[in-house]
């Protein structure tokens, strides 16, 4: 590229700049711009105010027609003709019924017959709130179908319940730490059982019926939708009713860079199929075209997931991210084929889960729920299942304590790969030992590419004289980065690390602070994590310490890159999960000592008589390599004399 050219570019450049710095908005054009958001969403919140106004006064017995009152028996025409069969449940006072266990209360409006809202008792939000999962304003729930050449929509109606009972508590033996939600344990120690049926009735003993059911020790509600005599009132073309369940997520967590945006969507599972799910954090739609088993909106910590007992036909699930909204993580909606054959009496069985993304409480139901606990890639995965989950869990039976629980798993690590580990460090003493003569063959062939090849065999038949594996010292390497890679998904979505404090962390479940900046600094935040910052202290301490005796002049640049890295970890991870980088940070500290002890148990002057042993010994051939100069020679080639 020439100078014009540069010149052009850089031109171009400024007169983009500049053009946007003159066209920006004035204070007083956003200000302007602001109030006329703000109208529209008035007027909208307006219109919607009307709408219900208006559906609301068709449900009064009593309404001004021209200024004159209307008689009942007028209103309940108007209803008739309105909703049909429908038109006794148009009108109603919501009230509301609770179904309680020892691990949640369920709330269920009559408006609708639906779940208005769900709270888990065993758990707070961030800053020390009941843990509400949905909440009723919030949230849409119910059939649609067509009726007497009608749409009705279930939510606008008001349901009988099958109780007058308003609270609904089941009980049952106490429940051991860890127990909670355990099926095998409810199965060893039952508990009560009760159900709460809400009916929409069609008159003349026809009803639907939502019925649910909550079992002592469960994070499960079955929920079941029956028809009675429906034949005669559902259209009879219709394969289908269409169940509608949309929610506002609340946020749960401390908002931060790496949180529960980067966890939050929408999974599913097809019949026969692994869990799939819309990409995390974004905004996205899905048609479901085939049998799915269960659809899941999840967060960080918890999950909301309506599951079938055979499956549902199709369904349309779309979520709405919400990054920039201080109360909710998004919106979630989901549109799902119930089906439905027009018999005089119908019954279709699901249930619902409402509680943590706890692994082994999800494998329990043998329905793939477990991967709503991102354990990382393929590779990975199997790290965190077989190795790390059931070494966590074993250790949290008898410590209480999650910072010493860490410390211990990190010190069980360290075990297994320690042989490995010792074969490495002595494989950089034997190559420590050759540095003089590998400097010799770099000096002979010079630093240039043109007799490369020549040095590389060179350096090659030194090693192989003198014995020695170039190669050695990444044995341990491969055995831990599959480790590392696995905590950096264990971490910050194991719901037994959320608001369990250490030292100076309050959460190890995500960042800790020292110190909240002023500022924001980009890709590092604006609060500065001690832990991190000793996890780069120390990874810097234990390269220097690794990289000593190595040598740099086979790989150029390596050296640098290798002190670059813990830089960028630490911007990177500054926002992460405490309890990672307080890992991170105790490897590193066992590294460390590791190789003081290795240079006090290893004689580097033993090594280097043993390499010149090895050196006057004859090279002994590989298999492989005699086979091929067997070849050779049967076809009478004429092998090269050394």
């Not at 009230?95 to 707070?124: A, C, D, P």
């Not at 790496?258 to 995390?280: A, F, H, M, Q």
């Not at 692994?359 to 329905?367: I, V």
């Not at 604006?526 to 996890?535: A, E, N, R, T």
Request: positive net charge; glycine residues 6%.
């Amino acid at each position: 590229m020439d100078r014009n050219s540069i010149v052009g570019i850089v031109l171009i450049f400024l007169i983009l700049i500049g053009f946007s710095y003159l066209n920006r908005p004035s204070k007083e054009q956003i200000a302007a711009a602001k109030r006329t958001r703000d109208s529209i969403e008035q007027v909208e919140a307006a219109k919607q105010r009307e709408a219900e106004i208006a559906r609301d006064a068709v449900s009064d017995s009593l309404q001004l027609a021209g200024g004159v009152a209307v008689s009942d028996s007028a209103a309940a025409e108007q209803r008739k003709e309105l909703y049909g069969a429908f038109a006794d449940a148009a009108s109603g006072v919501e009230t509301f019924y609770t179904l309680e266990n020892n691990l949640m209360k369920v709330v269920v409006s009559n408006k609708g017959g639906r779940i208005y809202s769900v709270e888990l008792k065993g758990y707070k939000t961030y800053d020390g709130r009941p843990l509400i999962l949905f909440d009723g304003d919030k949230n849409e729930f119910g059939m649609n179908f067509f009726a007497q050449n009608r749409s009705i929509q279930t939510e606008n109606f008001y349901f009988v319940p099958s109780s007058e009972e308003k609270s609904l508590m089941v009980s049952g033996p106490s429940v051991k730490k860890g127990k909670e939600g355990n099926e095998k344990f409810n199965e060893e120690s039952k508990g009560e059982s009760k159900s709460l049926g809400m009916r929409l009735m069609a008159g003349d003993g026809k009803y639907l019926e939502y019925k649910y059911t909550i079992t002592h020790n469960s994070y499960l509600i079955g929920f079941e939708v029956n028809t009675v005599g429906m034949n005669n009132v559902i259209a009879a073309n219709s394969n289908y009713l269409n169940f509608t369940w949309a929610i506002s997520v609340p946020r749960q967590e401390r908002k931060s860079q790496y949180g529960e945006n980067r966890y939050t969507t929408i999974y599913y599972k097809y019949l026969e199929e692994d869990p799939e799910k819309l990409s995390p954090g974004k905004s996205g739609d899905e048609r479901l075209t085939t049998k799915t088993k269960w659809v899941s909106f999840k967060q960080l910590f918890f999950s909301s997931t309506l599951i079938a007992d055979e499956a549902f036909p199709n369904a349309e699930i779309k979520s709405e991210a919400l990054p920039d909204d201080p109360k909710y993580l998004a919106n979630f909606s989901a549109d799902i084929a119930v089906p439905y054959e027009a018999k005089a009496s119908e019954s279709y069985k699901m249930k619902f889960y409402f509680g943590p993304n706890h692994y082994n409480t999800l494998k329990q139901y043998d329905l793939s729920m477990e991967r709503l606990v991102n354990l990382g890639y393929a590779i990975v995965r199997p790290v965190n299942k077989y190795l790390i989950i059931p070494t966590f869990n074993f250790l949290r039976k008898y410590i209480d304590n999650f910072g010493i629980i860490i410390l211990l798993l990190t010190i069980f690590i360290k075990l297994i790969i320690f042989p490995f580990t010792y074969k490495s460090y002595l494989s950089q003493a034997k190559m420590k030992a050759l540095k003089p003569e590998i400097d010799e063959i770099n000096a002979k062939y010079g630093p240039g590419q043109d007799k490369a090849m020549e040095k590389q065999q060179a350096t090659m038949n030194l090693y192989k004289k003198a014995g020695v594996n170039p190669m050695g010292g990444c044995l341990p390497l491969l055995f831990q980065m599959p480790v590392l890679f696995a905590m950096f998904f264990f971490f910050p979505t194991s719901i037994e690390l959320r608001q369990e404090s250490f030292l100076w962390a309050h959460d190890l479940s995500t960042y800790d602070s020292i110190l909240n900046l002023p500022f924001t600094i980009p890709f590092y935040g604006d609060h500065v994590s001690l832990f991190c910052l000793l996890m780069t202290i120390t990874t810097i301490i234990s390269t220097h310490l690794n990289s000593q005796g190595q040598n740099s002049q086979a790989m150029p640049g390596m050296k640098t890159m290798m002190y670059i890295m813990p830089i960028m970890f630490l911007f990177i991870l500054n926002s992460y999960s405490a309890g990672l980088s307080y890992y991170y940070f105790l490897a590193n500290v066992i590294t460390i000592g590791q190789v003081y002890i290795f240079r006090k148990l290893i004689d580097e002057d033993k090594i280097r008589a043993q390499i010149a042993i090895n050196k006057k010994k004859p090279v002994k051939k590989s298999s492989f390599q005699q086979r091929l100069e067997q070849m050779a020679k049967e076809r009478g080639v004429q092998m090269p004399k050394k």
